[in-house]
């Protein structure tokens, strides 16, 4: 298949190039930053300029778009002592907001033109609303399916919400198969003392990730699942490991930090609450690898 990466030079746009890669796709990479391991083409295209993009989209199968600029809070916004979320540069976010659901419109849109049959875009399980929440917010139940009610309040979480509506939008227009993949936090092997911190200190960035997190390379192998998979219309998956990153069984974590929160369904052991069930019934996707 000839597949588009966007952000290929990111954390996780780097996994994805060495997964497909390796499963034999042709790649291209558009990144205005080279990749440290460049195992295909990449082109330093402007995704917020459409005509930059037209020419790329060419005669090709797929697009995993990832390209996003960053929300610096979402990695130092956090008042530990205070428990709260804190936006230091609320202009900056708008900034950042716009241009990501720009990049976003304008791929759909350019993807769509050239007759693009799949399309794969990273989501986050922060559009539920209890990753960066400015006032309280609990989950409605746990686990947490793709059918719960979405309400970011932050702007990372909301550029994700609109990014999944304009797939929505994208997928009603024709035939085009257009997966968005909620992603938990993503690690690789140098963030396993970061995950091991955060088991010591639960409440070190608050608890809206319900103790989640998902290995990059299996991040990127849901990525090519869900590309290579056959589906209709627009599909929302979550994506994360099967287990919490804790010791403690999550219900016990539930009971202690959330506990008016109800149990749907009971969660064994460690399991996530966040329930990845969808993405292993229509993608056969299931986290292989374990950091904590």
């Known amino acids: 298949m000839r597949v588009v990466v966007t952000g290929g030079s990111g954390r996780l746009g780097q996994a994805v190039v060495r997964e497909l890669f390796t499963h034999g796709h042709q790649l291209a990479v558009l990144d205005l930053t080279k990749p ?77 033109a050239a007759g693009v049959k799949k399309i794969v875009c990273g989501s986050s399980l922060a559009v539920y609303g209890f990753y960066y929440p400015l006032t309280g917010v609990q989950a409605d139940y746990l686990p947490v399916d793709e059918a719960h009610p979405l309400k970011p309040q932050d702007p990372y979480g909301l550029t994700k919400l609109v990014g999944e509506r304009l797939c929505d939008a994208a997928a009603a227009k024709g035939d085009i198969q257009i997966a968005s993949l909620r992603f938990s936090g993503i690690y690789t092997e140098a963030h396993r003392g970061l995950l091991s911190e955060r088991k010591e200190k639960p409440l070190m960035r608050g608890i809206g990730a319900l103790w989640s997190y998902i290995d990059a390379r299996d991040a990127a192998r849901a990525c090519r699942l869900a590309l290579e998979g056959e589906f209709t219309g627009h599909q929302a998956f979550n994506i994360c490991a099967e287990e919490t990153f804790m010791d403690a069984p999550t219900a016990e974590l539930v009971k202690k930090y959330l506990p008016g929160v109800k149990l749907a369904r009971p969660i064994e052991g460690r399991g996530s609450a966040y329930d990845i069930s969808k993405a292993k019934r229509m993608l056969g996707f299931q986290a292989m690898l374990q950091l904590p």
């Open 36 to 112: 440290r391991e460049c195992v295909c083409p990449t082109y330093p295209i402007d995704l917020s300029k459409t005509q930059a993009l037209e020419q790329n989209f060419k005669s090709i199968d797929g697009v995993v778009h990832l390209a996003r600029q960053r929300f610096p809070y979402t990695e130092t916004g956090f008042n530990a002592e205070m428990q709260r979320w804190e936006l230091a540069d609320p202009l900056g976010d708008a900034e950042r907001f716009n241009l990501n659901v720009a990049i976003t419109s304008n791929v759909l849109a350019v993807a769509q």
